[in-house]
């Protein structure tokens, strides 16, 4: 009952704010009587000289605004070159009215322009005017972005743009943290956003612009406000709370033509940590990925010594310190230094229960565990560019990664099994100190008109050195371990240490045979040589190790690898066609040494790619790809002697697993409408493995032991997912579906068992778009997961609806909240419901730099959340305790932009 009062409600707003509009629309032409695609109409209500409404003509000239009846604008239409129109309007009804622009006769320069067009489209690029959208209550960029057309912010912050992940985003042209967007969209204050400029089919290199396939990159650049050729900005912010809670997040940035510096500060134990261990490990610095089209994978493993990931980032606990420098300096025109340093250090207390259901033994166990986690994170990268003419371009890149990382956890785990319960107390311990170097070049030289070269190289060093421990109560694993009986416990330990050299390097040639054909000739390179050493131990009661030197309870284990693989691409366009067929062959090479045994292989493989795209209009299009690929392994999976992956599972590799085929299909379609802000997306994709890993397990109770094998039977994965965005004067909304099945084999307890998982997922959400009125935003996502095993199968649902509010008021005060609500079941019983939320309250006197606020989160109190997982052998339903209700109050100082002289030329 309450969701339809609730959808009732908000459809009356929706269809009485209609009522209360009317359309002026028609056609733009210019004195030939040609129809203007992108002229700019812009209504300025005049009793409040707000800006309420704007549109942009189409291909074939139209345009529309919906304005309040009878209101005084006026409205100003304009269009680069052309004189501009300007009169007065104030309707009770729905008007016509056609335009014609006359050619312009003084220069741009000469014009003073009152009001900035919200939205301005150059080629592959649209520029936004922040002012044009932000409704008062917007505090950092992340809120900037949200309102505006056809760009999202998604859960973990990274920005995406028509559906695709920005690649790169620079601020007034330098890099800002390269490689990842989080920390600008978390970090640059809102009101110092002046444009954001989306460059679309992005690439780094001009030279390689009309010659490469760059529908897929996006990049960003925030354009500021400030107009000087010198100026800092930024804020100093605090806040203190109830049980000891507080946050200190200081942010200090300074632009000039030569240097840019930024200095991002945040402590805090809200459970807001500016960096998780997720972001540090996806944090690559920009580099490239060499080996995106050239049809061979090798899976660079990082180990993570399996310490937990935070659900959410969220925990019972979460105390976290972070510090940032970024910064750019060009000392000429040709010469650029640029780069980073990142440290973040947390400790989180984590308290979860799981209920884990074997399929094959058909023990069920229950554990509930106490966890502390502290790690440390270091980012370097160092960057040089040398451009010394337009026709050659080098960049070196260099980038250090190091963390320490620990995990101290209580575990209880209850199995039952045949009428049996067995309580056993574990103690565990992780921990590892890894670290990798990651270097690259580039070079890119335009020989001139028809001869382009690119060369990239790369060469990674990477040292991992996990250990784990187990404190059992009961022997585990039968008698795989001899362990000494006559002790009060079974302190059970691995160390392992894994070190990768890898060098790539890739020389392409483009031939262009016209301004709509070209040939791409390809040579590269991959080499790995990985060493991978581990033992276990028994602590004994008296403090001293007794080692086990079984065979396959160690590992000394040496792999090099070997890819070297030529292409040839054929780029060409007919008509609303693009076609880019290729073909490639690798010569590969594999030397796996162990237990004094050496596997060699050489072998050759040939596999062609395809992509077309049918260009139907400027801004829709329809894509099909086609690409086979070889994929490797690397040395965790081949080293025979036993891994302790936990306390209750053993793996074992397979030197002898062989390179699996990966064949998929993708067809994508999608339509981006800047004129009246509709956007649509498909994708259809099939890929299917041959010779795919599989896990053969044996099960025992709730005790496993892994290896893997090549699976004689094909893994195949079928997704399709749909999203449609449309945006009005008063309201935005958006619909999305996604479907992902998958279908797999293993082998459990010497018998072949087909599994699959089903995902389905469908989200609806509307919003209101007013100015100067508060703004609510409904949404309701609805999740279907069918899990099945053998003849095993498990249903899991989820409903999770959400209102989310945001108000400015008062001339100072902006309001914040957002509710969602989450109701977890299975097809017999409800598994757990929880509510979050969370809400914030802030004043600015008018023209001070001083912020006060007061947020609060948890406001219900609520105490854990709930997911669920799916593996080859278990289900598993897990619950983890959450942070409680806190109120804390914060205080932000407006470090305002002062600096040189004024670099603006006209008034806006």
């Known amino acids: 009952m309450r969701k339809i009062f609730l959808l009732g409600f908000f459809l009356f707003i929706f269809t009485f704010s209609f009522a209360q509009n009317i359309d002026l629309e028609g056609v733009i032409r210019d004195s030939d009587g040609v129809p203007i695609m992108g002229a700019n109409i812009v209504a300025v209500e005049k009793e409040t000289n707000i800006l309420d409404g704007f549109g942009i003509s189409n291909d074939v000239g139209f345009y529309r605004l919906t304005l309040k009846k009878g209101t005084d604008y006026e409205i100003k239409i304009t269009f680069i070159g052309l004189k501009e129109v300007a009169f007065n309007f104030n309707e009770q009804d729905n008007i016509k009215k056609n335009f014609v622009l006359e050619a312009q006769a003084e220069s741009l320069d000469e014009v003073e322009l009152v009001y ?20 008062g209550s917007e505090r950092k960029l992340e809120d900037v972005l949200k309102n505006m057309p056809g760009i999202e912010v998604n859960d973990e912050g990274r920005i995406e743009v028509e559906g695709k992940e920005v690649t790169k985003i620079t601020v007034e042209g330098k890099d800002f943290f390269d490689g990842d967007s989080k920390l600008a969209t978390q970090n640059l204050p809102a009101n110092a956003v002046g444009k954001v400029e989306v460059l679309r089919n992005f690439s780094e290199v001009n030279q390689l612009r009309s010659v490469t396939n760059n529908e897929d990159n996006v990049a960003i650049n ?19 709370g109830n049980d000891d809670r507080f946050i200190a997040a200081p942010k200090v940035f300074y632009y000039s033509k030569d240097l840019s510096m930024n200095l991002l500060g945040n402590s805090n134990n809200i459970g807001e940590p500016p960096l998780s261990r997720r972001d540090f490990y996806r944090f690559e610095g920009g580099f490239n990925n060499l080996n995106a089209r050239t049809g061979t994978s090798i899976n660079i493993s990082t180990d993570d010594a399996g310490i937990t990931n935070l659900q959410n980032n969220r925990a019972k606990s979460i105390d976290s310190q972070f510090g940032a420098y970024n910064f750019s300096y060009a000392p000429s025109e040709s010469l650029e230094f640029s780069g ?32 502390t986690q502290e790690y440390e994170q270091q980012l370097y990268k160092f960057t040089t560019e040398f451009n010394p003419n337009e026709n050659l371009k080098t960049e070196y890149n260099l980038l250090y990664k190091t963390t320490n990382q620990n995990e101290i956890s209580g575990l209880t785990t209850i199995s039952r099994r045949e009428g049996q319960r067995i309580p056993e107390q574990i103690g565990q311990y992780r921990v590892q100190n890894p670290y990798s170097i990651n270097q690259e070049l580039r070079m890119y030289l335009t020989h001139n008109e028809e001869h382009i070269f690119s060369l990239e190289l790369q060469h990674l060093t990477q040292k991992e050195d996990p250990f784990y421990r187990a404190i059992k109560q009961f022997q585990p694993f039968g008698g795989l371990l001899n362990l000494n009986v006559d002790q009060e416990n079974f302190n059970i330990n691995q160390e392992r240490q894994a070190k990768t050299d890898k060098v790539e390097g890739k020389l392409d040639y483009y031939y262009i045979l016209s301004p709509r054909a070209n040939l791409n000739f390809t040579f590269g390179l991959t080499d790995v040589k990985q060493d991978f050493n581990s033992s276990i131990f028994q602590i004994l009661d008296n403090n001293t190790n007794q080692y086990f030197f079984e065979d396959n309870l160690i590992n000394d284990v040496s792999f090099h690898f070997r890819d070297v693989y030529a292409a040839l691409h054929y780029r060409f366009i007919s008509g609303i066609f693009t076609f880019d067929p290729g073909i490639i062959l690798h010569s590969y090479k594999t030397v796996n040494e162990q237990s004094e045994n050496t596997i060699d292989n050489t072998f050759a493989f040939f596999r062609p790619d395809l992509r077309i795209l049918m260009k139907l209009k400027d801004a829709e299009t329809l894509r099909l790809l086609y690409r086979s690929t070889r994929q490797f392994t690397d040395i965790n999976q081949l080293a025979e002697g036993y891994i302790f992956r936990n306390y209750n599972s ?17 067809l994508n379609y999608q339509s981006i409408n800047i004129f009246n802000f509709t956007n649509i997306f498909a994708n259809l994709s099939y890929s299917v493995r041959d010779n795919a890993i599989q896990n053969t397990t044996s099960v025992a109770g709730i005790n496993s032991v892994r290896s893997a094998s090549n699976s004689n039977f094909p893994r195949e994965i079928y997704t399709a997912s749909g999203r449609i965005d449309k945006r009005s004067k008063n309201f935005k909304g958006g619909a999305s579906i996604n479907y992902n099945y998958s279908d797999f084999n293993n082998v459990i307890n010497n018998t072949p068992t087909a599994s699959s998982n089903f995902t389905q997922r469908y989200r609806l959400n509307i919003a209101t778009n007013f100015r100067i009125k508060p703004n609510i935003e409904v949404g309701y996502t609805y999740s279907i997961r069918d899990y099945k095993t053998g003849n095993v199968e498990s249903k899991f649902f989820t409903d999770a609806p959400y209102v989310r509010l945001d108000a400015y008021f008062l001339k100072g005060f902006v309001f914040n909240a957002k509710y969602t609500y989450n109701f977890y079941r299975n097809e017999e019983q409800t598994l757990n419901e929880y509510r979050f939320l969370e809400a914030d309250l802030s004043y600015t006197p008018q023209g001070s730099k001083w912020e006060f606020g007061v947020s609060a989160t948890n406001l219900l109190n609520d105490t854990q959340i709930n997911r669920d997982s799916f593996n080859q052998f278990s289900f598993t339903t897990n619950s983890y305790i959450i942070q409680p209700r806190y109120i804390v109050f914060q205080i932000t100082y407006d470090l305002t932009a002062i600096g040189g002289k004024s670099n603006k030329k006209k008034k806006i």
């Not at 900035?116 to 409704?135: H, L, Q, R, W």
């Open 650 to 666: 053993f793996f074992q590799g397979n030197p002898n697993l062989e390179a699996a085929f990966f064949d998929v299909v993708n």
């Open 340 to 371: 980073f340093t990142i440290y973040s250090r947390a400790e989180n207390q984590l308290e979860e229960k799981n209920t884990r259901q074997y399929t094959v033994s058909n023990a069920l166990e229950e554990t509930s565990e106490i966890t």
């Open 116 to 135: 900035e067009m919200p939205v301005i489209i150059k080629g592959d690029t649209i520029i936004y005017n922040a002012d044009s959208f932000n409704t």
């Open 222 to 240: 925030i354009s500021l406000k400030s107009g000087k050729d010198k100026f800092w900005f930024g804020e100093l912010g605090g806040g203190l």
